[in-house]
């Protein structure tokens, strides 16, 4: 079972930014490529960022790109994703977890196993 530990959610203004993280042990980095997803409430989750295990590949959701950048650290067993110029549509639960072999290059997101924990995004002035 892998195990992933999402932080970093908050309450912020449209046009704010946030960096979230996801933890998990060294070879859960090392084994599987990671995706980030996000639920509104109401609507189904959301495939929004991934980086491959080997770091090769990343990929976005059209509706972020250009505002939010997934990145890894090694040492720190951690993905990260930062968040700029936030919108009232991205209030959402965000999750991380590992996407199924080759989904992160299609950008068609596929989450592996069951959820996590979430954290919660909510973006309002």
């Known amino acids: 079972q892998v195990q992933l530990v999402v932080s970093g959610g908050g309450l912020v203004q449209p046009g704010g930014s946030l960096r979230l993280s996801c933890a998990g042990s060294a070879s859960t980095l090392v084994d599987y490529d990671i995706g980030w997803f996000r639920q509104a409430p109401g609507k189904a989750h959301e495939g929004v960022s991934c980086?491959?295990?080997?770091?090769?590949?990343?990929n976005y959701a059209d509706s972020v790109k250009g505002r939010f950048v997934i990145s890894k650290d090694s040492t720190q067993n951690t993905v990260y994703l930062q968040m700029n110029n936030l919108k009232p549509e991205g209030t959402s639960v965000y999750y991380c977890a590992p996407v199924t072999v080759g989904s992160c290059a299609t950008g068609y997101l596929i989450a592996h196993g069951s959820w996590g924990q979430g954290t919660q995004v909510t973006v309002s002035s």
């Open positions: 980086i491959t295990s080997d770091d090769g590949y990343i």
